[in-house]
């Protein structure tokens, strides 16, 4: 009772000193509702059935009030500090784009809290309408959101840790001569990764889905002076624009087959439609997603992405962008469920997409890279996962990986920061005494990775490896497999990118090590909230995300009868199968200690023979995907578009359209000319051409009687020369 009046003593004190701020009258209103409903809830306690449950619809109808407001007022924050860090961002000076976008953030992600409870808790959803958009007798779409317990759960780690990397960012970019163009750009694509979680159809969707992209290109090129980031984002965007083809697809598929692209339509028709349809739809969603989830085949863009700053990499490849195609997976599960075909291609498609990254990030050197690569093989189980159905336990390793992997990065950040921009891990060593606290945290977030017992990322990562073998499929059974291998080389390249970095021996140069330094408070806040988060959040939530009969969902995530396999996995899988990643994870651990601290002459060993020179070189080189791109599909697109532009472009087109049609009137302008000899004789042959031309086309061509109306009428001409004479 006293803390909700307290609570809405603090509203009315704010409405009454923020007349004229319309935001925060707004915000101060929001606060005012929240303690009357948490003032409903106490007293109802008190009170009989029938009027605690009209104590409850009372309580509904205010959540949906608050949710309405409270999300308004989150779009509206983040278009406004866009807008003002990027258009006034000399006015207000560095501190003030600072202040607007990280304040605004914070707000922001209070807001994300608020509406998980009020959406996710209290089950209550809410549509939001703006305006209508499209119009036409064949197509309606309007400007709507949605906010359901998928969408509320995607805010949480996309607000949270786009408000910690605003924060960390203040610090970390604070001697950079554009550093308001950066916040602007960190800004802008929060607001569009907003629009892509709460679009409530499919062109809405599709919007943010494409300012995320050139957002991620304005990041990753952000200091647009390096040749190597040039050619990184360059190389995010066309890679992009390939899943981004998918998606557009995959929209007039949606379009011709449903009539319709808002997702209660869609999802509702869904079950009736022909299996074929689903699948060649599901196919073009699939593309869409592996090309910004940085699936095989479509991966490439993001190791080399690193080249952005560091906070980039932590809001791009942590919680938002990578899974913008995961959440594409998950928000169509309606479609994916009756697509049996699509689904096996999904699951295989994680799966070698898991192994492939966790093998390649193990010979990585670039500290940054490394993780990328473990961002890539978590990616891919969760489009296993996808793939088996299990679409809750996709959102719960989601929502866990966001965490310990944004804490990860920015911990690589602080060691990079400390050690004047280096990324190299074979120039680091020996920082665990000399960066305690960044030991710490990259500590946490590591064991995190690995999913060591009781920390967040266990109790989803392995829960997704025991469904693949639940599943009791060939695919099941071979995927499972290559996850558990998987999940052995993330542990791998976890120790080893701690041991290089913090525990071996000195490599950098003195002049590094002599102006080491610790990081600041205000980048060190954000690591602690992580690393709670990372310690945390995956115990407190698992029973809400995955517990047996949890109703959190409602109808945002759609699972078929015949495809749920969490109760006989829970309670029918042999323990050995259960247990068998976590040992083979602490075996690779022990494996990779062994080999630095007792057998460290037997890396340079294997190296230097033939079979350990190719095995490295194979995995440095990332299978050799972008060698196989360059010179077997790039070279041949290039000299394909050379020829063709040869050939047509400036040969045949030019000769037929413009340069063609000049010609042709040069010429016939000449011919014509030649024709003029200034002779009088000359003329009157013309003439005379011309007229029997004329006649001859008359009698021969049209109507016979026309050539006799001629002639009869040259002879009734009058005579002028008579009747002159009178």
């Known amino acids: 009772m006293n803390l909700s009046m307290v609570l809405f003593l603090i509203g009315i004190l704010g409405f009454i000193l923020n007349r004229k701020n319309i935001i925060l009258m707004l915000i101060s209103i ?21 009027l605690g449950q009209t104590y409850g619809i009372y309580i509904i109808a205010i959540a949906g009030a608050e949710s309405a407001i409270g999300l308004g007022i989150l779009v509206a924050y983040y278009r406004l500090r866009a807008t003002v860090a990027g258009f006034l961002g000399r006015k207000v000076g560095k501190t003030g ?24 808790l209290c089950q209550s959803p809410v549509s939001i309408k703006l305006m209508s958009w499209i119009d036409s007798e064949f197509l309606l779409v309007s ?32 001697e950079d001569p554009h550093n308001q163009r950066f916040f602007a750009y960190l800004s802008m694509f929060t607001f569009f990764m907003l629009m892509l979680v709460t679009g409530d159809n499919y062109l809405v969707m599709f919007i943010g889905w494409e300012g995320v992209g050139i957002s991620s290109y304005l990041l990753i090129n952000f200091w647009f002076t390096r040749l190597q980031a040039n050619k990184a984002a360059i190389k995010a965007l066309v890679m992009n624009r390939v899943g981004d083809w998918g998606f557009s697809i995959g929209l007039w598929a949606i379009f011709w087959t449903f009539g ?21 739809i599901s196919i073009c969603l699939l593309i869409a997603a592996m090309g910004k989830s940085a699936q095989i085949g479509l991966h490439t863009w993001l190791p080399d992405a690193m080249e952005g700053p560091t906070p980039v ?68 189980l969760l489009f296993l996962i996808c793939g088996l159905s299990q679409y809750n336990v996709a959102l719960f390793h989601l929502v866990n990986h966001a965490w310990f992997k944004a804490l990860l990065f920015l911990s690589a950040g602080s060691v990079i920061h400390a050690m004047n921009d280096e990324q190299d891990l074979r120039k680091f060593g020996g920082l665990s005494r ?64 701690l041991y290089l970095t913090f525990l071996g021996y ?81 075996l690779g651990t022990f494996g990779v200690l062994a080999i630095y601290w007792i057998f460290d002459s037997l890396p340079n060993q294997f190296i230097s023979t033939s079979l350990g020179r190719g095995i490295y070189r194979f995995f440095n080189q990332k299978y050799f995907f972008d060698n196989i791109y360059n010179n077997f599909i790039l070279n041949k697109l290039l000299s394909f578009g050379y020829t063709t532009n040869k050939i047509l472009d400036r040969g045949a087109i030019e000769l037929v359209g413009p340069y063609g049609l000049v010609n042709v009137f040069k010429s016939a302008s000449n011919k014509v000319t030649s024709l003029d000899s200034g002779f009088i004789p000359t003329y009157a042959m013309y003439i005379f051409s011309g007229l029997i031309l004329f006649i001859t086309l008359i009698f021969f061509v049209g109507d016979p009687r026309l050539f006799v109306l001629l002639l009869w009428a040259v002879f009734l001409l009058p005579n002028n020369t008579n009747s002159t004479q009178k």
């Open 260 to 280: 319709n692209l808002d997702f209660t339509t869609v999802f509702s028709l869904a079950p009736f439609i022909n299996e074929e349809l689903i699948t060649i």
């Open 506 to 586: 000195p490599n950098g140069s003195k002049i590094n090590y002599q102006n080491i330094h610790e990081a600041p408070l205000i980048m060190a806040i954000p690591l602690v909230v992580l690393a709670v988060f990372s310690i945390f959040f995956g115990y407190v939530t698992k029973d809400l995300f995955v517990g047996m009969g949890t109703d959190f969902y409602n109808n945002a995530l759609f699972i078929h009868p015949n495809h749920s396999i969490l109760v006989d996995t829970e309670f029918g899988l042999p323990m050995s199968m259960k247990f068998l990643p976590l040992i083979g994870s602490l």
């Open 143 to 174: 400007w709507g959101f949605i906010y359901d317990s998928l969408t509320v759960s995607m805010l949480l780690p996309v607000l949270i840790v786009s408000a910690l990397v605003h924060i960390y960012s203040t610090n970390y970019m604070s």
């Open 434 to 497: 000399l960066l305690p606290f960044t030991y710490s945290m990259m500590v946490i977030g590591s064991l995190s990775l690995m999913a060591l017992p009781f920390l967040t990322g266990f109790y989803s990562k392995d829960l997704i490896i025991e469904l693949a073998y639940g599943h009791y499929s060939f695919s099941g059974n071979l995927v499972y497999w290559l996850a558990s291998v998987a999940a052995v080389f993330t542990a791998m390249y976890s120790i080893r990118s």
């Open 313 to 380: 990499s932590a809001l791009i490849h942590a919680a938002t962008m990578v899974t913008a195609g995961v959440y594409l997976l998950l928000r169509s599960s309606p479609i994916l469920e009756f697509g049996s075909t699509a689904l096996i291609i999904i699951t295989w498609v994680g799966a070698l997409t898991a192994f492939f990254a966790a093998t390649t990030g193990l010979l990585q050197n670039d500290l940054k890279r490394v993780i990328a690569y473990s961002t890539c093989s978590q990616l891919g």
């Open 97 to 120: 784009s600072h202040l607007i976008t990280c304040s605004s953030l914070v707000l922001t992600a209070l807001l994300a809290l608020v509406a998980f409870y009020e959406v996710g």
């Open 30 to 50: 929001e606060i005012m509702l929240l303690a009357v409903t948490l003032l409903i809830i106490l007293s109802s306690f008190s009170f009989d059935d029938i």
